[in-house]
C-alpha cells in the first residue's frame, strides 16, 4: 500500500509559477505508475499529467501540455509537478494518485484507475 502527501499549492498571480511535491511512504514507489489530478470547485476531478514508473513516458492533458511538467525522484519516493505560466483557470485542488503497475507502455488517465490518493493541496491563481 502507498500514502501519498502533497505539498506546495499556495496563491500565485496569473503567469506565475509553483512545483507540487508528493511524498510516498512504502517500499513499493519504484514500482508505481503516478499521475496528478485536479478538481474545481463545482467541476470532476480531471487528469492533469501522468509518469511511468522509471519516469521514462510522461504525458499531459492537452491543457497543460507546454507549462507543465511532471517528474519523479524514486529515490527520495517523490513525485514533482512543475506548473509554469499559470492561469487563473489551472485554480483547483490538486491531487497525486498511484497505481501498482512496471508496465511502461500504458497510460492512464481515469481516476478510477488509481487506487491510491493523496489529501490535495489548493492551488490558488489570481488574474
Known amino acids: 500500500q502507498v500514502q501519498l502527501v502533497e505539498s506546495g499549492g499556495g496563491l500565485v498571480q496569473a503567469g506565475g509559477s509553483l512545483r507540487l511535491s508528493c511524498a510516498a511512504s512504502?517500499?513499493?514507489?519504484?514500482?508505481?505508475?503516478m499521475g496528478w489530478f485536479r478538481q474545481a470547485p463545482g467541476k470532476e476531478r480531471e487528469f492533469v499529467a501522468g509518469?511511468?514508473?522509471?519516469?521514462?513516458?510522461?504525458y499531459y492533458a492537452d491543457s497543460v501540455k507546454g507549462r507543465f511538467t511532471i517528474s519523479r525522484d524514486n529515490a527520495k519516493n517523490t513525485v514533482y509537478l512543475q506548473m509554469n505560466s499559470l492561469k487563473p483557470d489551472d485554480t483547483a485542488v490538486y491531487y497525486c494518485a498511484a497505481r501498482e503497475t512496471r508496465h511502461s507502455g500504458s497510460f492512464y488517465y481515469a481516476t478510477d484507475e488509481y487506487p491510491y490518493w493523496g489529501q490535495g493541496t489548493q492551488v490558488t491563481v489570481s488574474s
Open positions: 509518469i511511468n514508473w522509471n519516469g521514462g513516458s510522461t
Open positions: 512504502g517500499r513499493t514507489f519504484s514500482s508505481n505508475a
